[in-house]
């Protein structure tokens, strides 16, 4: 998405900038520090895609869940309505539908879909260096990982960086994250499709999808995904309550 020559989702100067400033405190204790980066995040996307042309959003061949799968999934949403509080108190639980036609690379650098976990439950994470509540949330997913990971359960982290490829995988390193697979969109597609799909209007963004193939539940913003909150959400998502 281009304004004015810039695309939404580069590691532009600008966003570099604004995501390493400092911000007020705003939210719970725990999650003070994160409010006004992730709301200059939403600003600086917005912003960029306001000129951007519509394109619809293609679905085909296994990465559409029939409806038939998707209602499968419905009685898991019912039980995560009411789950959704506390430090997911921002998480929207929706009825069951097939999520956005995303690609992206997957840690050998090859490219895949959503399509390549299925029969998994799937929490997709979108991040970047630049972005401050980003970084911030990565070592409470990593311990979700850690925790629940298995053949069931993935948190799909996906590096939104365009420049300097090898910064993300530093960074990770540097700060203790052993847990999570990278996963990376250097080409900075993902981030546009799903600014498209209304699913991203800043950054973190973090959507759950059903082993069904179903999405089940969006959160735009941060989260404490190391919490209480989030293994009981998690783990009911599993059916390992």
Wanted: with cysteine; net charge positive; hydrophobic share 40%.
């Amino acid at each position: 998405m281009i304004v004015n020559g810039v695309q939404a989702g580069s590691d532009h100067p600008s966003l570099e900038k604004r995501g390493k400033k400092g911000h007020i405190d705003t939210m719970s204790d725990r999650f003070k520090t994160r409010t006004t980066p992730w709301i200059i995040g939403v600003v600086a996307l917005g912003l960029l895609g306001a000129g951007a042309a519509w394109y619809g959003l293609s679905r085909t061949g296994s990465q559409v869940a029939a409806s038939g799968e998707c209602q499968a999934a419905a009685a898991v949403t019912d039980q995560l309505k009411p789950l959704a509080k506390g430090e997911l108190a921002a998480v929207g639980v929706s009825a069951p539908k097939s999520p956005p036609t995303i690609a992206f690379n997957g840690p050998d650098g090859k490219p895949m879909s959503l399509a390549d976990f299925g029969g998994k439950t799937v929490l997709v994470n979108l991040w970047a260096t630049w972005c401050v509540p980003c970084r911030q949330e990565m070592p409470a997913l990593d311990k979700l990982q850690a925790e629940l990971g298995g053949k069931d359960f993935e948190v799909v982290a996906v590096n939104v960086d365009t420049r300097n490829p090898d910064k993300p995988k530093a960074w990770l390193q540097e700060n203790g994250i052993r847990n999570l697979a990278y996963y990376a969109d250097p080409g900075g597609k993902l981030l546009q499709t799903l600014q498209r799909s209304g699913h991203v209007v800043g950054l973190p963004t973090t959507f759950m999808v059903h082993a069904s193939g179903c999405e089940i539940a969006l959160l735009k913003g941060p989260a404490e995904w190391a919490s209480p909150d989030a293994f009981t959400f998690v783990r009911t998502a599993l059916g390992r309550t």
